[in-house]
């Protein structure tokens, strides 16, 4: 027997299944394994130089992938004007600029909360599936926009960090009445925010991402809060290590993630599709493509940050930059890939030496690698870091952020 068609949902018992029943865990579970091991191994293997390169870069990625989905995104060039706080004259790319910058500090601001909160022994997980955590994202989110920007499609404005007072339908679904959402999100946090460990913490997670679409607890930016909670209960579990994102992937599979997404929205099916009101077999597809959307993720950059290939990757980049009379060379080669593989800095006069150059080209060199983006330091005279500027993302890690890709 097939579900009751509900023409309004104002309890939470109606988006139940929240979790599949156990004999539907295993395969789940296996995935969720896969994961585990392979993040594990991807963080072990990182060189920390590049961590924390990636870190940033990822950070504007993820903004980026996340208002494409929403289909406001804006050029990588307008999002790193933005950052130096360069905006354009033209209003609408004026406002994607601030709704780039908006998620990158919102990114930031929560993983320093999570930081926080692990270290004073608090159940930083915990907290994320909380209602007071999703309005703060949400305000951290929007509450530094103009009120031009916080305004809908209806003229209505939206209210940052607040659960939404009026009904909505995302498309075909009718999202639960207002006065109902606050009691759906203390379920979701109730069953998500359990203590759970490895394995069962990573299913939870993906199915929570679905059910907190599906309740839309805001008027707007409930795609991007879902998507930011889901990228942050992974980096509360350990697996990120800020290397790796599901943003990315989600706009990747852009048409199966919203068609995923659709398809656990469904009632029921029947005697065999669970014992809640909303279909179990839509809910478990979802989770699968979840898992398996990260542990793609997880494979492409471990290829990426592979440290023997990353030498190639740096000449060939070097002899791009030659060709175009930058002032890089070639033989910066030796000591950036030392960088990468090793050290986070170097000081100059080691640096020089790895070049084989004279004291006066290396000085140069080290000037336009400066200068080009190559290479990062906090002070004139300071120690060197491995830095990536934009123009060697298509040889340092191609296919990583295609549309951030220059010649």
């Known amino acids: 027997m097939k579900s009751q068609i509900i023409k309004q949902y104002d309890a939470p ?9 156990d004999h539907r865990m295993e395969p789940l579970l296996e995935a969720a394994s896969d994961l585990i091991r392979e993040a594990a191994s991807l963080g072990a293997s990182a060189a920390p130089a590049a961590a924390m390169q990636l870190c940033d870069l990822l950070r504007s990625m993820n903004s980026y992938y996340t208002n494409r989905i929403e289909g406001e995104h804006t050029r990588p060039a307008d999002i790193e004007r933005a950052l130096r706080k360069d905006f354009s004259d033209e209003s609408n790319v004026a406002r994607r600029q601030r ?9 930031i601001a929560c993983e320093r909360v999570i930081q926080e909160r692990l270290h004073a022994g608090e159940n930083a997980l915990q907290w994320l ?12 989110l929007f509450g530094a926009l103009t009120p031009e920007d916080l305004t809908l499609a209806d003229g209505s404005q939206l209210d940052p960090g607040h659960i939404r007072a009026r009904s909505v339908a995302v498309g075909v679904h009718e999202a639960p009445a207002f006065a109902a959402v606050p009691a759906f999100l203390a379920r979701w946090g109730d069953v998500y925010g359990r203590s759970r460990r490895g394995e069962a913490s990573v299913v939870a997670l993906a199915a929570a991402h679905h059910r907190l679409a599906w309740v839309h607890p805001f008027l707007d930016g409930n795609g991007r809060v879902t998507r930011l909670h889901t990228h ?3 980096h509360a579990q350990g697996l990120t290590n800020g290397l790796w ?11 199966k993630y919203r068609s995923m997404l659709k398809a656990a929205d469904a009632h029921r099916r029947g005697d065999l599709d669970g014992r809640g009101n909303l279909t179990e077999a839509g809910l478990v597809d979802w989770i699968h493509y ?17 440290v023997g290939s990353m030498r190639a990757r740096i000449q060939a980049a070097l002899i791009f930059e030659e060709s175009r009379k930058s002032g890089v060379r070639k033989e910066a080669v030796l000591p950036l890939h030392y960088l990468f593989s090793t050290h986070s800095e170097i000081g100059r006069a080691a640096f020089k030496q790895m070049t084989g150059l004279g004291e006066r080209v290396a ?4 000037s336009s690698l400066l200068k080009n983006g190559y290479l ?9 870091r491995f830095a990536i500027p934009r123009a060697a993302l298509r040889f340092y890690f191609p296919d990583l952020w295609p549309e951030a890709e220059v010649g």
Do not use: N
């Open 376 to 384: 990062a330091t906090d002070s004139p005279y300071g120690a060197l």
């Open 363 to 366: 000085t140069d060199l080290i």
């Open 290 to 306: 979840t898992i398996d959307t990260c542990i793609d993720q997880v494979r492409f950059m471990g290829k990426l940050l592979d």
């Open 13 to 21: 018992h109606q988006f139940e299944p929240l979790l599949p029943q």
């Open 232 to 234: 942050l209960a992974l």
């Open 129 to 140: 599936y909380s209602t007071p955590a999703l309005e703060w994202m949400h305000r951290q």
């Open 245 to 255: 994102s599901p943003l990315r992937g989600f706009a990747r599979t852009e048409e």
């Open 99 to 107: 709704l780039a910058v908006s998620h990158i500090q919102t990114e």
